[in-house]
């Protein structure tokens, strides 16, 4: 008989980092610039750093994985962000990596989980409709890249609330990750499988964070009561826990990266599937996981309570905790009304502004928690990070402005504001057809000549929409894509 199961699931991600150099070259706002990736990230280090961990970790690890996989009854769980699949496809080694997780797909042993693609904060935004654009994003990129559709969710480093659980559920998906924090736990075991409140077919997984960073955090640490840790004796302990199931959720780079080969981390893993099943445990992914226990309770954890799997607050002070952070945050949040009416590269470019790590960097409690964003961060101070994030939203802004010739005032249009005539053709085309008579009130009233004329200063668009006001008759359709063409006049 089982003694309980074991979800193993690792997190795979690496940022596209910023210049450094950005504000303190004086580069804002330079007139000659090509290719706004290029001008605004540091892709030669961003290649130097995905390279030297593929050598130390993604390969090495995941050969040990592989060798797993034939030799036991093993399974384990992978969430990697878009960004990283992007750097795989554009530096040495990462093709082969990639080839390493479509085997994985196709051992039927592997689970590969969704995230938002760009490993972002969207899913703390009032406005559902980006994360669930970027969690779609990289489900499509799983499938199409991996082989692998997900059907389990891991929000952003375990952002957790009853809101994303709800979300999660309507997108389909039959789980949902959480840390295992006492404050939600009220005295009761993360190694169980619980039910989100509210929901009706989801499950959450809770992340048991101590014996994870034993792992992650203390493997290496000398002055640790438990060191040197080998092997069985972390298995005696997953069988001597309580529970059910026991769920450890880990950065990838813990192999070969952030503990080195040297440490004897990769013999931990080597051993440790054979320790973990003569304990009479199992391995199995978190879909398995959910479809095998009940829940024995629900989880409660209301929009401003959020969690994550971050410091030891674990809440989401790490992202925006402080003011230079949550001026960052609520500067991209604000451009987005803006980009959705931008150019794709525009689109593209800001959703890399998003990406999370950058606020990661501005932590400034210190303490423990204060070496770990240290450690992870190419910049020399807090502020720095500040600095270069701030100076780039900037120059980002003026240039958006730009791209979509923003007007003075805003177009209300069936409750949407729009700031561009780009923008209102976008709403149009998108709007069905039974919503389209209302075109005929706004050209009669000359609701749309006047903010054209006024607002955007297009007074040769604005004379060809008065003369389609003069003939409103017809399809409701036709009439659209006669406004939808006379506004694309330049």
């Given amino acids: 008989m089982v003694n309980k199961s074991l979800t193993l699931v690792f997190e795979v991600h690496q940022p596209f980092r910023l210049r450094k150099d950005f504000f303190w070259c004086k580069k804002q706002f330079n007139r000659k610039v090509n290719d706004l990736f290029d001008y605004y990230f540091a892709t030669d280090k961003d290649r130097a750093i995905f390279e030297k961990v593929a050598r130390k970790c993604y390969r090495p690890t995941n050969e040990i994985i592989l060798n797993l996989i034939d ?85 952003t480093e375990l952002l957790y609330n009853n809101r994303m659980a709800k979300l999660a559920e309507q997108m389909g998906y ?15 075991s993360p190694n169980y499988v619980y039910k989100p409140i509210g929901c009706k077919n989801l499950r959450v997984l809770l992340r048991n964070y101590q014996l994870t960073d034993d792992i992650g955090f203390r493997f290496s640490l000398k002055s640790w009561k438990g060191y040197p840790l080998t092997a069985s004796r972390y298995a005696s302990w997953l069988a001597a826990a309580d529970g059910q199931c026991i769920n450890l959720f880990l950065d990838y780079e813990t192999f070969g990266e952030h503990h080195w080969e040297d440490t004897g981390i990769f013999e931990f893993l080597r051993e440790l599937p054979d320790a973990v ?56 949040r604000w451009l987005e009304r ?26 400034t409690k210190g303490g423990a928690s204060g070496e770990v964003h240290s450690y992870f961060s190419h910049f020399d101070k807090p502020y720095d990070a500040f600095v270069t994030l701030f100076s780039i939203i900037h120059d980002f802004d003026a240039r958006l402005r730009s791209n979509i010739k923003e007007a003075e ?46 607002s955007a200063g297009e007074p040769v668009i604005a004379d060809e929409v008065k003369a389609i006001s003069k003939d409103t008759g017809g399809d409701a359709v036709e009439l659209r894509d006669r406004l939808i063409e006379a506004m694309s006049v330049s």
């Avoid at 992007?86 to 085997?103: K, T, V």
């Avoid at 042993?109 to 972002?120: A, G, I, K, M, P």
């Avoid at 409660?300 to 809440?315: C, G, I, M, P, Y």
């Avoid at 931008?342 to 932590?363: K, Q, V």
Wanted: include cysteine; charge should be negative; aromatic fraction near 16%.
């Fill in 71 to 155: 030799e036991f009854d093993f399974r384990v769980a992978y969430s990697i962000s878009g960004v990283f699949v992007e750097q795989c496809e554009r530096y040495g080694d990462g093709e082969a990596i990639l080839e390493d997780f479509r085997q994985f797909a196709a051992t039927g042993r592997v689970e590969f989980l969704d995230q938002t693609y760009y490993h972002s904060l969207v899913g703390l935004y009032e406005d559902e409709a980006e994360f669930i654009e970027q969690v779609q994003l990289h489900k499509e990129q799983m499938r199409d890249l991996i082989g692998y559709e997900p059907v389990f969710f891991e929000n």
């Fill in 338 to 363: 803006y980009v959705k009416e931008a150019s794709d590269e525009y689109l593209t470019i800001w959703r890399y502004l998003g990406i999370s790590d950058h606020l990661y960097y501005m932590f």
């Fill in 174 to 188: 039959n789980g949902i990750f959480a840390e295992g924090v006492e404050r939600i736990l009220n005295g009761r």
């Fill in 277 to 332: 099943l003569r304990h009479n445990m199992e391995f199995l992914t978190p879909s398995q996981v959910v479809q095998k226990y009940i829940p024995i309770g629900t989880i409660d954890v209301r929009n401003l309570e959020t969690t994550s799997w971050a410091d030891v607050q674990k809440d989401t002070s790490c992202f925006i905790g402080n003011t230079m952070q949550w001026a960052c945050y609520e500067y991209l």
């Fill in 409 to 454: 005032y805003p177009f209300i249009f069936e409750g949407t504001e729009v700031w561009s005539l780009k923008g209102l053709c976008n709403h149009l085309k998108r709007m069905p057809a039974d919503r389209l008579t209302c075109l005929r009130d706004y050209l009669k009233r000359g609701d749309f000549e006047r903010w054209i004329r006024e």
